[in-house]
Structures are given as C-alpha cells and as structure tokens.
C-alpha cells in the first residue's frame, strides 16, 4: 500500500506534488483513493460500466461526513447515473468509481443496480429498443449538457 | 423525448424510483474514423470521455503499489446515452480499435446489444482488430463505413472482401455527423441481435 507522501515520486518527479493533468483523470491518484484495491475483488466481476448507481436517502443525510470522492459521488447520484457517467463527470478512473460505489454500497449511502447478464438475448427488451431508436427523428434539438 | 425528460426532471431523489434497465452498444473503429461524431450526433447528452483504464499490466492484479517500469495507459472512451422510455436506457460506449485495447473491450463488451465497427476506406486496416473481437466474441456487429464528405472510396463488396468479413455481417454506409444515419446504422445492428434471440 502506497502511503500519501510517496504518491509525488510515482511519476518520476520525486519530491515535486504530482500535477493534475488538466481534462483527463490523473494516473497515480487512483491508487491512493482506493488504497490499493483493484475493482471486482470484492465478487471476482468488476460492475458493469453501465451499472446504475443511486444515492440513498442515508447517503444524502451523511453527505457532510463523507471524505472527498465518496462524497462527491453520492452528491452526484442525487438521480440514477451509470457508473461510467460518473467517472466522467467526477474525472475518475472507471475503475475507482467501481471500487468506491461497492464501498458507498457496503455503508448503506448509495444503492447499487447490477443489470442482469441475459439481457443482451432479451428478445422484448431488444424489441423496446428498436422501437425507441425508429422514433428519433433524423434532425435533433440542443444537446443537453447532463441528464 | 421532451415529456420523458420533464417526467424524469421531477423524479424524486434519494434513491426512490428505481433506476432505468441500462442496455449499452459498443461503437468502435480506428483512430479518427468518426465514433466521437457518431456518438455525438444520436446521444441525447452532450458525449462525455471517461479513462477507461489504469495500466495495462495491472488489470486483475492486486498488488497496484506503482513499480517502476509499469506502463499506464489511458485510454479515452466516448459516453452517450438515449432514453428509450422511462424505464429503459440505452448507453453508447465509443472506444478506440487497437488491438492492445482488448482487455478494456472485454471489459466494455461484456453483457453489449451488440456493435457498430466505424471505417475510413482510406485506412481500412484500422478496423481489424475490433471486428476480429466481435466476430469471436459473437456479438451481433455491423461494418460502417464512414462517408466523408459525402465519398466512400471503394464499393461496399471490395471493403467486405478486404475484411474477410462473414456473410451475415451487414457492411453499410453511413455519415457519422447525421442523427437519422446513425440510428439507422444501430438499427441494423440490433435487428441482428433481435434475429440471433429469437433463434
Ligand atoms: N467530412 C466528414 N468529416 C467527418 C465525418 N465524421 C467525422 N468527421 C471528422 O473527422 C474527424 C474525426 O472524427 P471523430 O469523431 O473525432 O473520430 P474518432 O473516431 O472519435 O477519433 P479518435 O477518438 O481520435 O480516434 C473530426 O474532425 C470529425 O469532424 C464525416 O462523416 N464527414
Ligand atoms: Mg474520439
């Protein structure tokens, strides 16, 4: 395990503080936010990017009491968001937000929705979405910056 | 989409309601083929990136304390989404088409409707190694060969042959910049999942 004051020196740059490269997720914080787990030790499988995520009445309440990513990510998850969209809009690693969303999970702060493996040979879901692609039309309307 | 957007708006918090079923597609191709247009152009978010991985020797590993030496890749992965009802969404994950990319698209892959590979004729080779994946991996994909400008370089039967592509995989033109191509474009692809369920 990585102790803080090792991280600066990971990029080659001992001694200097690791600069945040601008747009793009850091790549040594990652293991120090997780303490060094990898995502899907937990249960063998790493959660499915388009995971849904939701934080919990509990969570929300404890909003004050949690630390940095954790609590950025329940205040995110004020609405369902899948766990790649919260590496994106948060600047994580995919791989942290898995790690941190079983934690948050684990505390009761947010709830965790596994899609279920079948769904891809899922002839009624498969028809639901061909049906909801044939409606969009060929022109769109402004993009909208978040759901 | 407008009243579905309201609904959802005035959805409570908290974690009341329950989430939509999140479905996702993959859309691949090499670099500069038009999958951030393409994922742009039918998302109905403007599309985000997310780092998709930490190192490329790391993944399953759990000793992640940094040695020296170890390569991080970062790799840049396009995010969009539609709602096709309240109760159901639909993900697009666009991803770069290098073959040592494959242990991310495992990854993305696992659990996909299926697949669009995006093509620039004038580089066709770009695009091996993603349909390679999706031809072993048997998930339902189609060719689509990018339109710049409105020109595709070669006839459809030339690129099918330079791909050495099966019979049943559709190679189609589309523009990525179009909102109507694209979804028609994914339309394909899924009517070929549809087809393969039924079975
Ligand atoms: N004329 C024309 N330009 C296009 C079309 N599709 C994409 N482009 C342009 O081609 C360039 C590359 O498109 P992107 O969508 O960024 O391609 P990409 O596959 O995401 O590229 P990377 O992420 O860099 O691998 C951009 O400048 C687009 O505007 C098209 O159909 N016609
Ligand atoms: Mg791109």
């Known amino acids: 395990m990585m102790a803080g004051g090792n991280a600066a020196g990971a990029d080659g740059n001992p001694g200097q503080p690791a600069a945040e490269p ?22 063998g499988v790493p959660l499915p990017v388009e995971t849904q995520v939701v934080s919990t ?6 909003l004050d009491r949690l630390s940095f990513e954790h609590r950025d990510i329940v205040a995110a998850c004020r609405r369902p968001q899948s766990v790649a969209e ?17 934690d948050l999970q684990a505390g009761g702060h947010l709830s965790v929705y596994v899609p279920s493996a079948g769904t891809a040979r899922d002839v009624s879901v498969l028809r639901r979405v061909i049906d909801g692609l044939r409606t969009i039309p060929d022109s769109r309307g402004a993009l909208r910056d978040s759901d | 989409m407008t009243a579905t957007e309201g609904a959802r708006g005035r959805a409570p918090a908290a974690g009341r309601g329950a ?17 951030t247009t393409a994922v742009g152009a039918i998302s109905e978010i403007r599309p985000l990136t997310t780092e998709a991985a930490i190192t490329e020797v790391a993944a399953g590993v759990d000793d992640l304390s940094h040695t020296p030496g170890k390569t991080t890749t970062t790799v840049a992965m396009d995010f969009g989404c539609i709602t096709i009802d309240p109760s159901l969404k639909l993900y697009l994950f666009g991803t770069p088409g290098q073959e040592r990319f494959g242990f991310m698209w495992d990854d993305l ?7 669009l590979v995006i093509v620039d004729t004038r580089r066709l080779d770009d695009c091996y190694a993603a349909v390679d994946y999706f031809e072993h991996r048997q998930i339902p994909f189609a060719v689509a060969v990018n339109a710049f400008d409105g020109r595709v370089e070669h006839e459809l039967d030339d690129v099918r042959w330079a791909l050495d592509v099966a019979e049943h995989v559709p190679v189609i033109t589309f523009d990525a910049r179009e909102r109507g191509s694209v979804r028609d474009a994914l339309l394909v692809v899924l009517e070929l999942a549809l087809a393969r369920a039924e079975n």
């Open chain 2, 19 to 35: 989430p939509p079923l999140p479905v996702k597609m993959v859309v691949a191709g090499g670099f500069g083929v038009g999958k």
């Open chain 1, 86 to 102: 919260i590496a994106a809009r948060l600047r994580l690693h995919l791989n942290v937000v898995r790690v941190l969303a079983e």
């Open chain 2, 109 to 115: 892959v696992q659990g996909a409707l299926g697949g």
């Open chain 1, 22 to 43: 601008v747009g793009r997720a850091p790549a040594v914080r990652p293991f120090l936010v997780t303490a060094g787990r990898v995502a899907g030790t937990s249960t």
């Open chain 1, 57 to 62: 009445t509990a969570g929300l309440a404890a």
